[in-house]
């Protein structure tokens, strides 16, 4: 099909782009902007007026709950989320059951999301079988599977030699290591950032020093083995300047922040909502700055969902027993949008962390950018209209988040993926 995106603010952070210009779509690739290629009819026109059209967006850390907890969500219904939320291009964590440690596995979910035709599923291996961190699994299958990446999830390696080792074999063979720093002991029973709030509450801390320990370690070993290290969802100040010493040290390391921390702090726990209680935990108000203003200058890569879809039985606990997580995939734009404008950031820059820097990581070349003969995943949007997100409009499985009800601004109007329309608002 061919499709004319008419009248729309185009914006291609990966491109330089961001000015009132056509896009041009023929089958699954853009092959024009500005003015059409010779000899091109359109079968659709998508009027895109007042609209921002940019590149689908690219989510670093996205569950989808199959295999084995189709109970929480399904794929179906979580590629329905990613649709209405603009996502098009998302990696998979691997802590399903059974565990992402199999290449039969990695295949089935291949298989399974391509079936779908929705928002392009690219899983995340686990660094050890059963992510128990005691033996490596075979990554180079994993990799011939479809594994972009290999991480943990949010179950650390405590045993350090074993992560030693992870990090050399994934080092020999230029495969990335996504990990998550926490440090297993000083973590241990804590389900809340360790401060003012929880010890008020009579809640068990997690002190900032379960994120920054590990975190080291993590780049001591990325350090002495070469490997292209990921550090996903930070979530304290400490972290970041950690992070930066690194750079300044000569080491080549990203890292992420999920959305929910860009908004919310330890605060906003209020009295014991269990829609709050995250890994890692909303840190203070202090550490809630430092991630926005370390965004904001670029020393923070990208921006994930960290979507994680709870079933209300999970949720309806109390706060140290409710099942930690919160949904994202539709949370994801808007809460960029958000931030960008309450801080002042050019939306070409905000969008970037979600389209070109996040593919980057992920090391994908045919998404989050939308130039001449890249692959047509497109999102059209409203940043100046605001949203109210009930249990009713969310179309993940999971309604499990503290924003209900709040409006946000960023309406999605249009999905495209591989040049088909996916989502009509």
């Not at 990696?91 to 565990?99: G, M, Y």
């Not at 979530?235 to 930066?244: G, K, M």
């Not at 940043?383 to 249990?391: G, K, M, N, V």
Request: charged share 20%; glycine share 8%; aromatic share 4%.
């Amino acid at each position: 099909m061919n499709i004319h995106i008419a009248n729309g603010r185009l914006i291609d952070p990966a491109n330089k782009v961001d000015a009132l210009q056509d896009l041009f779509i023929q089958g699954d690739r853009v092959v024009a902007l500005g003015t059409p290629p010779q000899g091109f009819v359109p079968d659709r026109v998508i009027d895109a007026s007042g609209l921002v059209v940019a590149p689908g967006l690219v989510d670093l850390s996205a569950r989808l709950r199959e295999p084995g907890f189709e109970h929480k969500a399904t794929l179906e219904s979580e590629m329905q989320a990613a649709m209405a939320g603009g996502v098009t291009s998302l990696a998979c964590p691997p802590d399903t059951d059974p565990v992402l440690d199999e290449p039969g596995l990695v295949e089935m979910l291949c298989f399974r999301a391509k079936k779908l035709n929705c928002a392009h599923v690219y899983p995340v291996g686990a660094l050890t079988t059963r992510l128990e961190g005691r033996r490596l699994t075979e990554m180079a299958e994993l990799v011939e599977a479809g594994c972009v990446a290999f991480g943990q999830a949010n179950t650390p390696i405590a045993d350090t030699q074993v992560l030693l080792r992870a990090m050399q074999y994934a080092a020999t063979f230029g495969f990335r290591v996504w990990l998550q720093p926490i440090d297993p002991h000083l973590a241990r029973g804590g389900v809340a950032h360790d401060g003012e709030v929880a010890s008020r509450l009579g809640l068990t801390g997690i002190p900032v020093e379960a994120e920054t320990i590990a975190l080291e370690t993590c780049l001591s070993l990325a350090r002495l083995t070469g490997v292209k290290l990921h550090i996903t969802r930070i979530s304290s100040a400490a972290a970041l300047e950690s992070i930066e010493r690194a750079r300044a040290g000569g080491l080549d390391v990203s890292c992420d922040v999920a959305a929910h921390h860009l908004h919310l702090c330890d605060m906003d726990l209020g009295y014991f909502d269990p829609q709050c209680h995250v890994v890692p935990p909303l840190r203070s108000q202090r550490d809630r700055a430092a991630l926005r203003a370390g965004l904001a200058a670029g020393r923070i890569d990208a921006v994930c969902s960290d979507h994680t879809p709870v079933d209300d039985d999970g949720k309806q606990a109390p706060f140290a027993e409710a099942e930690p997580g919160m949904t994202g995939l539709e949370l994801l734009l808007p809460l960029v949008v958000k931030w960008a404008q309450e801080d002042r950031v050019p939306l070409a820059d905000a969008l970037a962390r979600v389209t070109a820097r996040a593919a980057a990581i992920m090391g994908i070349t045919r998404g989050g950018h939308l130039g001449v003969g890249a692959r047509a995943d497109v999102v059209i949007f409203d940043a100046s209209a605001e949203q109210r997100f009930t249990r009713e409009r969310i179309r993940s499985q999971g309604k499990n988040t503290p924003f209900l009800g709040l409006p946000l601004p960023g309406v999605v109007r249009h999905t495209l993926v591989e040049g088909r329309v996916m989502y009509d608002a």
